[in-house]
T-cell receptor, first 115, second 113 residues
Framework: DTGVSQDPRHKITKRGQNVTFRCDPISEHNRLYWYRQTLGQGPEFLTYFQNEAQLEKSRLLSDRFSAERPKGSFSTLEIQRTEQGDSAMYLC?????????????FGPGTRLLVL | AQKITQTQPGMFVQEKEAVTLDCTYD???????LFWYKQPSSGEMIFLIY??????QNATEGRYSLNFQKARKSANLVISASQLGDSAMYFCAMREPRGKLIFGQGTELSVKP
């Protein structure tokens, strides 16, 4: 049983560029979450999918952010016109209502640095 | 609004001793879940233990146990027989009814040899 995977693990970009991150959840997990974590803080919720439907979006998710989960499998998170304040760790998690407490299992994260 | 509070920014413990990491929460929902995650320097969040709001007994997972005091709204993590590999950030989290997790600020645990 492979865990949650994320790609790339690290991304350095210049301000104003677009970036896209990918998350592959644990197979058969129908729920997928994106979180953002800045230095010294706990992760903050960005958005949540159940199958292919995006059910909730945080106010943190500005118009420059968009997430998709076509066919209810992998998900992508795109940031357009990146700003230095977007520098953070982007974490993806997946869960299944069949697991105890609907526990979310996290991937290794994508570290983004915007110069 | 739901909130998680971890008041210990950093903790030290001697190898092989037990340590308690504090977590208090605030919610008006009768049904909720509480989680602890470990985050080593590599960055990955590792699930440790889960406690449901209706669970009568404290959760245990190997060397980890959760001291759940519902009336006090606390869910402290107890790590027994600390190991050097336990050095990491530890986050307490609460699941909202719709599914997302609310995290605390974290506690950095350092295990001394």
């Amino acid at each position: 049983d492979t865990g949650v995977s994320q790609d790339p693990r690290h991304k350095i970009t210049k301000r104003g560029q677009n970036v896209t991150f990918r998350c592959d959840p644990i197979s058969e997990h129908n729920r997928l979450y994106w979180y953002r974590q800045t230095l010294g803080q706990g992760p903050e919720f960005l958005t949540y999918f159940q199958n292919e439907a995006q059910l909730e979006k945080s106010r943190l998710l500005s118009d420059r952010f968009s997430a998709e989960r076509p066919k209810g499998s992998f998900s992508t998170l795109e940031i357009q016109r990146t700003e230095q304040g977007d520098s953070a760790m982007y974490l993806c998690a997946s869960s299944s209502p069949k697991s105890q407490g609907d526990t979310q299992y996290f991937g290794p994260g994508t570290r983004l640095l915007v110069l | 609004a739901q909130k998680i509070t971890q008041t210990q920014p950093g903790m030290f413990v001697q190898e092989k001793e037990a340590v308690t990491l504090d977590c208090t929460y605030d919610t008006s929902d009768p049904s909720y879940g509480l989680f602890w995650y470990k985050q080593p320097s590599s960055g990955e969040m590792i699930f440790l233990i889960y406690q449901g709001s209706y669970d009568q007994q404290n959760a245990t997972e190997g060397r980890y146990s959760l001291n759940f005091q519902k009336a006090r709204k606390s869910a402290n993590l107890v790590i027994s027989a600390s190991q050097l590999g336990d050095s990491a950030m530890y986050f307490c989290a609460m699941r909202e009814p719709r599914g997302k997790l609310i995290f605390g600020q974290g506690t950095e645990l350092s295990v001394k040899p």
